[in-house]
């Protein structure tokens, strides 16, 4: 009798904590909300020029509007990392931290143009493709 009371209330134990475990849990949505303000300035100077021609008044306008600088090229790019690097050497160093810098300290084959996309070479002069362009 105690044996299957037992066998019960452990199987309904079971049953239970199965229920409890499998239950969806109830999650708390927060969002954040960010806000940006865009201040953007159009420059627009104005400006009228009148001129006397064999008695006749012309008025022009003449509309100028600023144009943005161009971007320069060059200077410091100061960044920091998420971890030391392990070693300054190439073949010992197996680690993403290392890996990002030895690719600033040291030139591959061949890399590519940041402007256009295409493969350039940084160390190789030249390279030649066989006919079924596999190698």
Do not use: H
């Not at 104005?46 to 001129?51: L, M, Y």
């Not at 509007?65 to 690097?85: C, H, K, W, Y």
Request: proline fraction near 4%; charge should be negative; charged fraction near 15%.
């Amino acid at each position: 009798m105690f044996k299957k009371l037992k066998l019960t209330s452990l199987g309904l134990s079971l049953l239970a904590l199965v229920l409890v475990a499998c239950s969806p849990q109830t999650v708390e949505v927060t969002r954040v909300v960010t806000e940006t303000e865009t201040v953007t300035e159009t420059v627009t100077e104005s400006v009228e020029v009148t001129r006397v021609v064999e008695g006749e008044i012309v008025t022009e306008t003449v509309v100028v509007t600023a144009t943005p600088a161009p971007a320069t090229q060059g200077g410091n790019l100061v960044e920091s990392a998420f971890a030391d690097i392990s070693t300054l050497n190439p073949v010992l160093g197996s680690d993403n931290a290392s890996s990002i810098n030895y690719a600033r300290m040291f030139y591959a084959m061949a890399g590519l143009d940041p402007f256009s996309g295409a493969v350039v070479p940084q160390i190789a002069e030249s390279w030649d493709v066989s006919e079924d362009g596999l190698t």
